[in-house]
């Protein structure tokens, strides 16, 4: 189990990644590029992953080597400092093949929730 920094980290990564997951479904390339709503929203997102990403300690993230850990805070580092050098094609691919992945390695970090408390009787 993460420590209780770590698990906040990794818990606001996974919201994230759900959430992109959420705003594309359904949605097309042509979609992704037409709506500035949804391409801002699936930016910010990718922003708070980064973000997360950076929180984590460096041991955790050494712990970890199969999540991308330094390309994930890159993205961020671009989003929020070069934004004017944003290349949705790299995005897509991100959001397309790379979220999904990251969602299922970090669904395996989550610490499993703790039991609902049964009703008194």
Known sequence: MPPDR????????????????RYLAGKTREDYEREDLLRHAVERNIEIIGEAARRLSNSFREGHPAIPWRPIMATRHILAHEYDEVDNDIIWRIVTEHVPELLRQLRTLMPPAPPDPEPEG
Not at 7 to 19: K, N, R, T, V
């Open 6 to 21: 770590s698990g906040a980290a990794l818990a606001d990564m996974l919201q994230a990644a759900e959430a992109i997951r």
